[in-house]
């Protein structure tokens, strides 16, 4: 079997995460470094759910915080009401996610373009008003996770970021896996068909409503795998924190400043957001209020004005010009 | 040349000199972390709180013979040893944040403590990291109740709970009907629909059952709101006698403006901690903050009469940073920041075992609380918590309960609005 170039890059990253917590004091103990990490992991992963509906399915949902925060709901009930294991949460907020986003999608994917945008962001807010008056799910106090034993068993740390991390890293490979599967299948050929023209592709024989519900199932089961974890690494969790259009702008920010569409663009959005907002709000706080964020905002703005297309676009252009170069050569 | 060598000599001998005694005499720093919302909706009241806790560090740092408190005579802790430098680190009112922002404090920064985080939903998790962590948490104003329900060891809270002041106001209720035949018999509550304001109207709830206040309306609104017009309409229809609010600082400059609005009042009007308190606020509403009642530990006209060192400290060193005097929230934070200095100084160090042990068992006196001393129950709360409930008049706030403290007679009922 012949490794393609992204074959290889694939491995070769899994290979330098995997060593990563091995390294002493680069994630282990209290290292900041190690939190970012997690969180570049975990937002990536999340950022990749969302493109395979809106990036590769070209259907723009500004709804995911929803099914991430029933992601995280589930374990956070699996722990705070019923006082057992989050692992019994995680498969039962995915199955909830999936259900529920079929039940939106089924009518909202008669609306087309902006309109089916619009009427996500409508959901968001739907969502939260229910969960905030909700006192089965704690309303608008949340639930707080209680002081749990160390350990995979209630994955839960206090002294190290390494269980986060390893865990982070195996919800970012089953996401991308699952991506790469989706490239490289007929899926994926579907997904791209229905979104460069529907009409055309239903001419070619393709179910679109089958297609594109599929791919919300799956979007909204692997956002509600990282709401799970992301409860689990606050041990709290509530409507403003999880179900949120600003959760929902996560989502789709890091994909476009990373590249919709593409398989590394969510991962180099994440890489380039979250380092830049933790370290900028760790670091530049005390030169005033608010300056972490001017800064960040700045970036986001000079990124996309020189290149919508985000990361990818810009790799692509230096690629374009180094082999501009070699042709000269 | 060799009158040259001898300088050099001479001159490096004086360098060395100068700086081993420096180091000889330099105070270690203990970090203390400043953790509040410095971006976001309540982004005023955080830095307040951060100007307020660097007050306290300035009275504890610096010889102050003008303040009489136990730590402004002299200069530093231990004899000079140590001084405190200030960590401020900015949550944006998300609970997510300030658990990190609490790990990256106690981790990379290595403060010895926290304090913070003004909203309650933010010192949840944070303080859940300094348990886990066996670090101290010191919370100056958050209010609610279930915060020092956790059983939390390295937890102390400084502010009357939500539950505290709605047993005073009940009270005052009660004794206005005894006492001045006020009929005050329904009850309407607005509040902001999160951990603050849920825990508040729930309190309100089980206080108002001690006296059969009838609940009429229980009206929750979603913070940062841009219309409260439906939500004031369902009070003005059910029409309650007296309307206990809890809305930080736009929202309650909204709620107090549409109320003129719809042009509506109740017989009265009281409020728990945070945007009535807030002097800002009230120079922004002017007149129509007027006849609105509220729970207080601090305002400059009880400062004058109970806490003239709280008004030095104010006036020395708060004021110049925030342009305007204390308010309930940032002061408590000042306060718990002279708790924990004061036991340092007592336990000879930054020792965290000894120190929290001594915050746990310990009296201190406190010259910027209205009780003049803290103490802490087993559960963190601070016993000696003191509120006072007050009506504004004219950007002046008026002590009008408990008698002990009384210093005008109240509007009651409210002066309507068309008639102001």
Known sequence: MTLTKKDKLWYGFIICAVILPFIPGVIGGGSFFGHVATMILLYAAMAQSWNIISGYGGQVSFGHSVFFGIGAYAAGLAVVTYETLPWYGVPLGMLTAAVVSILISYPCFRLKGHYFAIATFAIVEIFNRLFMIWDAVGGALGLDYPILDDGWKNFSWSDTKTGYYIGALAIFIVVFGIVRWIEKNRMGYYLLAVREGQETAESLGVNSTIVKLGAMALSAALAALCGAFFAQYNYRVDPPMVMSLDMSMKFVLITILGGIGTFWGPFLGALVLIPLQEYTRAYLTHLGAGVDLIIFGIIIIIVMIKEPRGMMGLLSYFNKGKKEGEAKL | ?420
């Open chain 2, 1 to 420: 040349m060799k009158q040259s060598k001898r300088t050099v000599f001479i001159a490096m001998l004086a360098l060395a000199a100068i700086f081993v005694s420096s180091a000889a005499f330099a105070a270690e720093e203990i970090k203390v972390g400043a953790l509040f919302p410095l971006t976001g909706p309540a982004a005023v009241s955080g830095q307040n709180c951060v100007n307020a806790v660097q007050a306290a560090v300035e009275v504890i740092n610096k010889k102050n013979a003008d303040i009489n408190d136990p730590l402004a005579a002299q200069e530093g802790l231990v004899g000079g040893k140590y001084v405190i430098k200030v960590v401020p680190a900015d949550h944006q009112g998300k609970p997510d944040v300030a658990k990190s922002e609490a790990e990256r404090l106690y981790n990379q920064e290595k403060v010895f403590a926290i304090i913070g985080c003004y909203n309650s939903s933010a010192t949840k998790p944070a303080s859940a990291v300094a348990e886990r962590a066996k670090k101290l948490f010191l919370c100056g104003c958050s209010s609610s109740a279930a915060l020092t329900e956790r059983g939390y060891k390295y937890f102390f809270r400084h502010a009357p709970t939500d539950a505290i002041e709605s047993v005073e106001f009940v009270d005052y209720i009660a004794y206005l009907n005894k006492e001045k035949n006020a009929g005050i018999k329904t009850l309407g509550i607005i509040y902001e629909n999160t951990e603050f304001g849920k825990h508040a109207a729930e309190e309100a709830v089980k206080a108002a059952k001690k006296i059969d206040l009838k609940i009429v309306a229980d009206v929750p609104f979603n913070n940062g709101a841009t219309n409260l017009n439906s939500e004031v309409q369902k009070l003005k229809s059910a029409n309650p006698d007296v309307v206990f609010g809890a809305a930080l600082g736009g929202d309650y400059s909204l709620w107090v403006r549409t109320m003129k609005q719809v042009n509506w009042l109740p017989k009265m009007a009281i409020n728990y901690c945070t945007g009535y308190q807030n002097p800002a606020v009230q120079k922004e509403l002017g007149s129509d903050g007027n006849f609105f009642m509220g729970g207080m530990g601090y305002s400059p006209e009880l400062a004058k009469q109970f806490m003239p060192e709280g008004i030095k400290i104010q006036d020395k060193y708060y004021t110049p940073k925030s342009n305007q005097p204390f308010d309930s929230d940032s002061i408590q934070e000042a306060v718990m920041m002279m708790v924990l200095a004061q036991a340092i100084e007592k336990a000879g160090g930054p020792d965290t075992e000894k120190v929290r042990e001594i915050i746990a068992t310990q009296e201190f006196p406190s010259t910027m609380s209205l009780s003049g001393k803290v103490k802490f129950s087993p559960d963190g709360q601070n016993a000696e918590a003191l509120s006072v409930i007050t009506q504004l008049h004219e950007q002046s706030y008026k002590t009008v309960f408990p008698l002990k403290y009384k210093d005008f007679e109240p509007t009651i009922p409210m002066t309507p609005w068309d008639k102001r």
